[in-house]
């Protein structure tokens, strides 16, 4: 189980001080699928990196799976990252001069898993997602669709319990997405928590649930089927999921 | 992360990019050939000098007049001598120090040579019969310098063998008669070629009795004396003796007496300091190739900052992150440090192959710490630019900005 309770993050350029977290405090449950909808600048990414341990909150407490991990030092919180995390980013981030089935034994290296059972995982692992035949294909000899496909054979090949995308078919062209997202639906039936960053309704509409932020806070929470488009989702009132107030709604009221 | 592991990854990274990795390692392949290169020829002039002493017979210890404050330092040359180092002391310390075999004395001068109308200046050794063995020379014909006493000249000549060939080319020089200044004086042997040694070219040398040189230079004083030992004396001992001897026949220490093993001692190590001076400054180009290989490390590292950001976004830690950019800096001087072994050994070998006379080696310690330093400085180096990517920021690594 994820749990945050009123995270801020602050960051400071220059003379102003921007808020991208304020006060946000959320719970997700195992194998729960959640999008976090909201336009640029809404602090989703900065909320979506702080579940992911690459950025720490500057007030606030975060639980994974029980484990307070906002104590934790650097050298933990990469163990958390490599054990318990697996990254989907909407840019791929694949390593230009390894090839596919590089790219996925990467996470194992530094888990320090020996070179046969490392091939054979991620051998498994891009089966997985229908690319046994691109093992030895540089990513640049890769579609957008099969780069992303790599990246998420990589992000599960540690089997880690949560798997966070941030706009993950947001360089993608339609039919590409749509497979993108039917694999993330398949990895959260097998049981994954799946987080999804996206401002896409149609991406959002996927998941059980979405949480709709604003301006560094949680607008609402609506079921991922009420999604129907962005506008109806900002609108006070208009939109449905008006019966689940946020937190800080609720706080302000 | 295992080491394996650890090195595929940062070869990896290092081929990615070969030309820019190709030339941050230039350097340290000039730094090393530099490195190797003068420490060779250092070495080889310390081979070079004390096979020339070899040659010169090893047990040998030498009286010089004046004195020479410096200890184990180089035996004074001609001219200028204060005071007297004469015949009569050689005579003493032959008969008085039972481990001298003969102490030979030696006069200097040069005089104008000539045969018929042919006629040159050439350096005049006045010596006696046992400098012979004690050098080791080889008659081309005839015979060396008579044995007599010490103090009585003959007009008699030895000839070095180029010389000769200048006075008499191919026509049969013994038994005739050549001037020597205003002296006559018959040819009764030749040597055979031999060449430098030392800076003085024995061929040139005209050969005479040492009590001719003297008068014939118009000295009372030699040059020096040369006290021929016998096998397994001890040199420390007859000299401490020589000095005993010659302060109380002069009421001082107006002499220097040295034993070659001193003079090559202290050659030596002043060529091994200079040396290690030179190989100093020659490795200061390795520290410049060090930066180099810094600079090119850093650039990596910005280039890679989205690289870097995954790295740590699938979990690997800030130890192993510095680990990989350290090993990739330690790659790059490492092959550079290799290269420069292999092009600095064709390039002393090339030198070897154009000047054979004198045999350039580069010593092993050198070649040691060639490979540790150019290792090193990609360590050094490294360092700052590794230590970078390990306290990246992921999220803005990750952004690329």
Known sequence: ?253 | MSLRDLFAFALAAVLQNRRRSALSLLGVVIGVIAVLSLTAIGEGALRYVTNQFASLGSSIVSVTPGRNETTGGLPQGGGGAPNDLTLRDAVVLERRIPAVRSAIPVSISTEAVSFRERARRAPIAGTTADFERLQQLELAMGRFLPESEVDRGASVVVLGHALARELFDEANPLGATIRIGSWRMRVIGVLQARGQQLGIDVDEVAFIPVASGMRMANKRSVHRIMLDLWPRSDQSEVIARVKELLIERHDEEDFTCVSQDAVVESLSSILGILTLVVAGIASVSLAVAGIGIMNVMLVSVSERRAEVGLLKAVGANPRQILAIFLLEAALLSSAGGLLGLVVGTVLVHLGNLSYPAVEIVPPVWAVGAVLALSLGTGIVFGVLPAWRAARLDPVAALQGN
Not at chain 1, 54 to 82: F, H, W
Not at chain 1, 232 to 252: I, K
């Open chain 1, 1 to 253: 189980m994820i749990r945050v309770e009123d995270l801020w993050r602050t960051y400071v350029m220059g003379d102003t001080e921007l808020h991208a977290l304020r006060g946000v405090s959320e719970t997700i449950g195992d194998g729960e699928y959640v999008a976090i909808i909201g336009p640029s600048g809404s602090g989703k990414s900065t909320l979506l990196n702080v579940l992911g341990c690459l950025d720490s909150p500057d007030r606030g407490r975060y639980s994974l799976a029980g484990e307070d991990v906002a104590g934790l030092d650097e050298d933990a919180l990469a163990e958390t990252r490599l054990r318990r995390i697996g990254f989907i980013f909407q840019s791929f981030h694949l390593v230009p001069r390894l090839s596919a089935l590089q790219n996925v034994e990467m996470p194992m290296i530094f888990a320090g898993i020996p070179p046969a059972e490392r091939r054979a995982r991620a051998k498994a692992s891009l089966d997985a997602v229908g690319l046994s035949d691109r093992e030895s294909h540089r990513p640049n000899e890769l579609s957008g669709g099969q780069k992303q496909r790599v990246a998420i054979a990589r992000a599960t090949v540690m089997d880690p319990g949560v798997l966070l995308c941030d706009e993950p078919t947001g360089n993608l062209d339609s039919r590409s997405g749509a497979q993108v997202l039917d694999l993330l639906a398949e990895l959260h039936e097998g049981g994954r928590t799946v987080i999804v960053v996206t401002h896409d309704p149609s991406v959002a509409r996927r998941a059980d649930r979405v949480v709709v932020m604003r301006d560094g806070g949680i607008l609402k929470r609506v079921p991922g089927r009420d999604v129907v488009d962005l506008g109806s989702l900002f609108e006070p009132g208009a939109a449905p999921g008006e019966d689940a107030p946020s937190v800080e709604e609720a706080r302000e009221a």
